[in-house]
């Protein structure tokens, strides 16, 4: 599984970042390794200008193979609350994929 990490101007793609955000997503998607061939990660900061809660959006494109990729958005007060959270609406998303994918 590939995974790509892209940040907008605000949140800095550290190496540390980048690494967490990998190690999380291979942990988390490691039982669809099989199905999923690439995750496009998309962190940014809604409200960059001002301090706020859950100002910090995920947006994850996970791409299977032989159907449309799946999109996911979350928020969260830090860019590792909104991974995570973003990570179990994906999940959920791909427990449904197989289904989806005999009933057409």
């Known amino acids: 599984m590939?995974?790509?990490?892209?940040?907008?101007?605000?949140i800095t793609g550290t190496e540390e970042l980048c690494s967490f955000v990998e190690?999380?997503?291979?942990?988390t998607l490691i039982r669809f390794?099989?199905?999923?061939?690439?995750?496009?990660?998309?962190?940014?900061?809604?409200?960059?200008n001002k301090d706020g809660k859950t100002d910090k959006r995920c947006m994850l494109e996970a791409r299977l193979e032989g159907v449309e990729s799946m999109a996911v958005t979350a928020h969260g007060?830090?860019?590792?609350?909104?991974?995570?959270n973003a990570l179990g609406k994906l999940e959920s998303l791909?427990?449904?994929?197989?289904g989806?994918?005999?009933d057409s």
């Open 2 to 10: 590939t995974i790509q990490i892209n940040t907008d101007h605000t």
């Open 23 to 27: 190690s999380t997503i291979a942990k």
């Open 33 to 48: 390794d099989n199905q999923v061939t690439r995750v496009e990660v998309l962190l940014n900061d809604d409200d960059s």
């Open 77 to 84: 007060n830090t860019v590792e609350e909104a991974l995570k």
């Open 94 to 98: 791909l427990d449904t994929a197989p």
């Open 100 to 102: 989806k994918l005999q």
